[in-house]
């Protein structure tokens, strides 16, 4: 058999430094859903996530609560695992800065780098933020003294250091984005790397630093440690055993199909990470995609300005399918877009407890009332325009998902989904089965009509697990076809008709409870002033 087709996505692995609030569910979910519906569709897929560990950050961290900064990381990390596993991130390996492994493989490509002469030694006076860990010239910095990305006020630094011959590669990156237009996505964010760096030329990068000390320490000059990002960023091919004795998963999986990445990070991504990959002669990542950002009141999510929410507190509260939904539904992907509690409820009550989980509980009770539960043989089909037009929209369902899916387009894909699925619960209205149940002669017609829907839930449940991983099994359930994978999975979908005659239906819970919205915004209040506390 011919080897299956390979996908390779990561999200940026996060900083430790606090725990992680729900504008890192948001890149590491949308990752989840892609590497799910790729598993799905037969790939063989490898999804890496995990945590950078080092740097000036989290060595200021751990002092502050007198504790080593292992000791501190390995605190978060647990939570921040915690956290991926109620979320039902399906993740295929874990990556820690500071795993064995990861030094080993650093260290030798900063040799390797070295040895090349893409590497050498001099000063650097600069400016630098410690929460991006990353260097300013004075000429960069705004109101004279402050980070022009996350507007902290930034240190002048000046000591001994190793450069990257980063200048080189301006116009070679220029030429290489001109020449893969798909490189970085959405296009816009190509035109800002553009204009805003590289054709501006790029300056050497400035890639250790002497002045402390948590970071893997440079092989060959006792007292340097590897820049923070050249160490984050080099765990996307370590990870997969780059630099070690075992290059297998490498040679498998390298170049990476996908960086899901935030906007603010793009520039890491696709200045820095290319230019060190071409130093290294390794092939490029195929894409890297900036996503937007969860905005709180207006403001980017962020610790240091406290204004975050707990993915814990809404996960325990909702259930992960509803927080997961709502990430992936809410904001256009790739643009900003508010976090407010009105509109987690409305979703949760609207799209799932109403469109979804109504029309999933009214189907049932009416095939149990009408019919026992069980799907009848079905009758000689009378051309029905109107089923003709679910049967239609239901058909082209798989591949209108697919579509969106293709272009990252989680929200517009969900949005085909509900489209279907809202269509449904109108139908319920059009043919009144109530009605139709009071007349023998109208049976066959009524069992038409709870098939087209039993039918078209069958579909729908069956394109929702990459969204939401549990609640197509409970669909299933209580359609009675659980665990049968030839109707249930993926490709199934794309199938209209497949739902067997004398299936049992059963009755099961509802499955999204209708929220009452004034206790749960009073709640909501209440354990955020808590927190705050
Ligand atoms: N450690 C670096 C990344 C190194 S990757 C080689 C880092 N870590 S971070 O903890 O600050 O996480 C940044 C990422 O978290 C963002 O790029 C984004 O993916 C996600 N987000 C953090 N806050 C976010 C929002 N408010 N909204 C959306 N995504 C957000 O940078």
């Avoid at 390996?93 to 080993?104: A, E, G, N, P």
């Avoid at 400035?206 to 080099?234: M, Q």
Wanted: net charge negative; with cysteine; proline share 5%.
């Amino acid at each position: 058999m011919a080897d299956k087709k390979t996908y390779y996505i990561s999200t940026p692995i996060y900083y430790p430094s606090d725990k992680l609030h729900i504008g890192h569910s948001y890149t590491t979910v949308a990752a989840d859903c892609m590497a799910r519906y790729k598993r799905l569709k037969g790939y063989d897929v490898m999804f890496l996530t995990g945590t950078d560990e080092h740097g000036l950050k989290i060595e200021k961290k751990a002092d502050a609560k007198g504790v080593t900064p292992k000791k501190y990381v390995d605190d978060i990390v647990a939570g921040i695992k915690d956290l991926w596993s109620i979320m039902d991130i399906s993740y295929d390996k874990f990556i820690r800065t500071t795993d064995d492994y990861h030094v080993k493989a650093v260290q030798k490509i900063f040799k390797e780098l070295y040895d090349k002469g893409e590497i050498y030694k001099s000063y650097y006076e600069g400016y630098y933020c410690t929460p991006c860990e990353s260097f300013w010239t004075k000429t960069q910095l705004k109101d004279g003294c402050r980070c022009p990305d996350c507007g902290a006020e930034t240190q002048l630094a000046k000591e001994d250091c190793y450069f990257f011959r980063l200048s080189k590669y301006s116009k070679i990156l220029i030429d290489y984005f001109n020449e893969h237009p798909d490189f970085i996505s959405p296009a816009s964010r190509k035109n800002e790397m553009i204009v805003n760096f590289l054709e501006k030329g790029l300056e050497d990068l400035c890639v250790s630093r002497s002045t402390f000390k948590w970071g893997i320490p440079v092989t060959f000059d006792e007292g340097h440690v590897v820049y923070v990002w050249v160490d984050a960023l080099s765990n996307y091919i370590t990870a997969l055993g780059y630099g070690s004795d075992d290059t297998s998963l490498y040679d498998k999986f390298w170049p990476c199909d996908l960086h899901l990445v935030g906007k603010e990070i793009v520039r890491f991504h696709t200045i820095i990470w290319p230019a060190i990959l071409m130093a290294l002669g390794l092939p490029l990542p195929k894409r890297v995609y900036g996503h937007g950002w969860l905005l709180l009141n207006g403001d980017k999510m962020s610790k240091s300005k406290g204004n975050v929410v707990d993915p814990v507190v809404l996960v325990n509260k909702y259930s992960s399918d509803a927080i997961r939904y709502y990430l992936l539904r809410e904001v256009p992907f790739g643009s900003d877009g508010s976090f407010t509690p009105e509109s987690l409820l409305n979703r949760i009550n609207a799209d799932l407890a109403n469109d979804l989980g109504n029309l999933v509980s009214r189907t049932v009770s009416m095939q149990i009332k009408y019919f026992g539960g069980v799907c009848p043989a079905p009758a000689e089909r009378k051309a029905e325009p109107l089923d003709d037009e679910i049967i239609g929209l239901f058909s082209e369902l798989k591949t209108n998902v697919e579509t969106q899916m293709d272009a990252l387009q989680f929200p517009l894909a969900l949005t085909e989904l509900w489209k279907c699925i809202s269509r449904l619960n109108k139908y319920i209205d059009e043919t009144a089965p109530w009605a139709l149940a009071k007349n023998e002669e109208d049976k066959p017609r009524l069992a038409q009509v709870l098939y087209v829907l039993c039918e078209g839930i069958r579909i729908a449940g069956a394109l929702l697990g990459p969204f939401m991983p549990r609640t197509p099994e409970r669909i299933f359930e209580q359609l009675g076809i659980a665990g049968n994978d030839g109707l249930t999975n993926w490709e199934s979908a794309g199938t209209w008709g497949l739902y067997p005659e004398g299936t049992v239906c059963k009755k099961g819970d509802p499955l999204f409870p209708r929220l009452d919205v004034q206790k749960e915004l009073e709640d909501l209040e209440r354990i955020k002033l808590e927190a705050a506390k």
